[in-house]
């Protein structure tokens, strides 16, 4: 049975950064229906994913547990483990997932748990093969694949690579099919199609209360948004042909961060573009939720897994391979009928203690494996949660936590291979003003950048003013792996490794 007539709207949008958002202050008008709602919402300074990218962020958000608390080698969700659906599901409410075709949220990794609706659309396709064959991969066994190859090496033994591989580029953007729409280009279902299927699912779940959960990949690569949203934000048309230059240009890995910052802005648009288009359809969502009566008592929350780099340090996408704040830093905003938001402190808040503060919104209570603690108190009142001075306070009340933790290992880009889960752990401890970031193996040095005097985290801090924090977050990061190996629970550990084997053996 219900204990609160609430319902919940949980919406993620995958490579989301805070930065790019209007209510976190950028330039461009990407956001204007979020920004309208942070106006009556808590919007979370400094949110902080506890692992990126998306296959080490979602346990955190669903089911406030620590990405590699199961052991490195474990991904997703164990089965059985407790999660906002399961316990939302128990006590009463419609649950129900609509998740745009990202692999690593789906049934295989334990996703759907808790959910009587849970549609992954990874059957989804676009409507044609526009997509081109870029430098990266090559033609394969035919006959012009091998003549390819050594023409390759032959440019390369004499010093022509670079000549090679920009005119092997440019030849294969010549071969490709006339590019006709987006739509055809597009990796993932839009934005659209996700909120019309939820639209569907609401009007068939009658009096009870709700969860929905809503995953939209629109600003996620390949960069491929509506041009209406294009032009809305860069004040002119954007050609499909275009777009699919500036794409597969951003994926060359044969160029130098130097030579690909050329397009940066240029792609930075089409991201802007993605996020609009995806902000215009939760609006739509929202603009439904209103006309039947149901937004009322409905808490509504906005967060993203990860970030997305632009070359800031080198890097294009979200691997796993640094943890900076244009990958660790993302929007929350939560909206509570009857509550105005207040000011809320600029304290990291680890994704962490976004299950428990929604539930006990929502006046659930959280099972007790979730490793994070509500912050509804705090936030209500606009209490900082890294404050030691509070800490031991009753259950009630506002709470004391740590710095935010975030970890993944280190390069896996690919946790469908065992293998590759098994790289060292990077790890950071942020909190107000100091990140750590370290790889946990031999011989690596841990880096503290100081985000106040170096908010772009170009200059890692040496030298005596820092040697008492950087020993402050060292004892955070040990804490932190001790409690990952005292707190394991060998129980849901197994149930993963043999639902992987089960996957292993039978595809
Ligand atoms: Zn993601």
Request: charged share 20%.
């Amino acid at each position: 049975m219900a204990l609160g007539k609430r319902s919940l709207v949980l919406v993620t949008v995958d490579c989301l950064r805070a930065d790019h958002c209007g209510f976190y202050g950028y330039s461009r008008p990407t956001t204007p229906l979020l920004d309208a709602l942070a106006c009556e919402s808590f919007v979370v300074p400094a949110a902080i994913v506890a692992g990126a990218p998306t296959y080490y962020s979602f346990p955190a958000i669903l089911a406030s547990r620590m990405p590699l608390a199961l052991g490195r080698d474990v991904v997703g969700l164990a089965p059985g483990e407790s999660t906002l659906a399961t316990v939302l599901r128990e006590s009463g409410y419609a649950t129900g997932a609509f998740s745009a075709g990202n692999p690593y949220i789906s049934p295989r990794f334990g996703y759907e748990q808790g959910f009587e609706v849970f549609r992954d659309f990874l059957d989804f396709e676009a409507h044609t093969t526009q997509n081109t064959v870029s430098p990266e991969t090559p033609p394969g066994d035919s006959a012009g694949g091998q003549l390819n190859r050594s023409i390759k090496s032959f440019a390369g033994a004499l010093g022509f690579s670079r000549l090679y591989n920009e005119l092997y580029f440019q030849y294969c953007m010549k071969i490709a099919p006339a590019a006709e729409s987006v739509d055809g280009l597009r990796k993932f279902p839009s934005a659209d199609i996700l909120v019309d299927r939820a639209q569907s699912w609401l009007a068939s779940v009658g009096q009870r209360p709700f969860f929905l959960w809503l995953h939209l990949m629109d600003p996620h690569s390949p960069y491929y948004p509506p041009n209406e949203e294009y032009r809305e934000l860069a004040g002119r048309d954007i050609e499909p042909g275009r777009a699919r230059y500036l794409n597969e240009y951003w994926n060359r890995s044969d160029l130098t961060p130097s030579t690909l910052s050329g397009k940066r802005d240029q792609v930075v648009q089409l991201y802007d573009a993605g996020i609009r288009w995806a902000d215009r359809q939760i609006a739509r969502l929202v603009d439904s939720l209103r006309q039947s009566h149901l937004w009322d008592d409905c808490v509504f929350a906005l967060t993203a897994d990860h970030g997305e780099e632009f070359l800031e340090h080198g890097g294009r996408y979200h691997a796993p391979v640094r943890l900076s704040e244009e990958i660790v830093r993302v929007p929350l905003l939560i909206r509570v009928p009857g509550e105005r938001g207040v000011k809320v402190p600029a304290s990291p808040m680890s994704h962490l203690h976004l299950a428990p503060t929604l539930l006990e919104i929502m006046g659930v209570q959280a099972p007790s494996a979730f490793q994070g603690q509500s912050l509804w108190t705090n936030l209500q009142r606009g209490i900082a949660w890294d404050d030691p001075a509070i800490a031991g306070a009753a259950i009630v009340g506002p709470a004391s936590v740590g710095p935010a933790i975030i970890e993944c290992a280190y390069g896996c880009t690919n946790p469908f291979r065992a293998g590759s889960r098994s790289a060292s752990r990077l790890l950071a401890v942020r909190d107000a003003r100091f990140k750590l970031v370290m790889r946990i193996e031999p011989g690596a040095i841990e880096e503290v950048y100081d985000l106040e005097a170096d908010p772009a985290e170009m200059r890692p801090s040496t030298g005596g003013p820092v040697l008492e924090t950087r020993k402050r977050l060292l004892q955070g990061a040990y804490e932190h792996m001790e409690t990952t190996v005292s707190a394991r629970d060998p129980v849901m550990r197994l149930r993963a490794r043999l639902r992987d084997l089960r996957c292993e053996i039978f595809g």
